[in-house]
């Protein structure tokens, strides 16, 4: 098991950091969702304010565009992420996964993700080539299947 976040261990959901603390790869709830950082300004403060930050951050589970300006020493939610690898085992009719993870523990509660990665996870997973591994990555309260990769023997 991957952890993406320092606060893990405390089992928290989310935890405050200082939006000037915050990095691009980085987590963040924006608008009420678990997003990854995909772009952030700082402005220096001036003789209007104080300095913001904007931050431009993507769903991890939508994959929907959020932004946010906020003062830069602004606390903010970020989400405590876990990314785990699981072997795909079988893709049901209706799009369900069975998924086995390290110590042999089956789950079936997933399905496959919508679009494109969706298509190409079935497209691989049908082909000849080696076993599969699908990350699953959890937040608040929500997992979903987001990339996969090839176990090479």
Do not use: W
Request: proline share 4%.
């Amino acid at each position: 098991m991957e952890e993406f976040s320092d606060a893990a261990d405390s089992g928290a959901a989310i935890f405050p950091m200082q939006a000037s603390a915050l990095r691009v790869k980085g987590f963040v709830m924006l608008k009420g969702r678990p997003c990854k950082i995909t772009e952030m300004n700082k402005s220096d403060s001036g003789k209007h304010g104080n300095a913001k930050v904007t931050i431009v951050g993507e769903d991890l589970f939508t994959g929907q565009r959020y932004e946010d300006v906020v003062p830069a020493e602004e606390n903010l939610d970020v989400p405590n992420v876990v990314r785990i690898e699981y072997t795909l085992i079988d893709i049901t009719s209706d799009g369900g996964v069975s998924l086995m993870d390290e110590q042999g523990e089956m789950r079936d509660d997933l399905k496959l993700p919508e679009g494109k990665l969706g298509e190409e996870i079935k497209v691989k997973f049908e082909g000849d080539g080696p076993d599969l591994l699908v990350m699953v990555a959890k937040a608040v309260g929500e997992e979903a299947i987001l990339s996969y990769i090839f176990v090479k023997d």
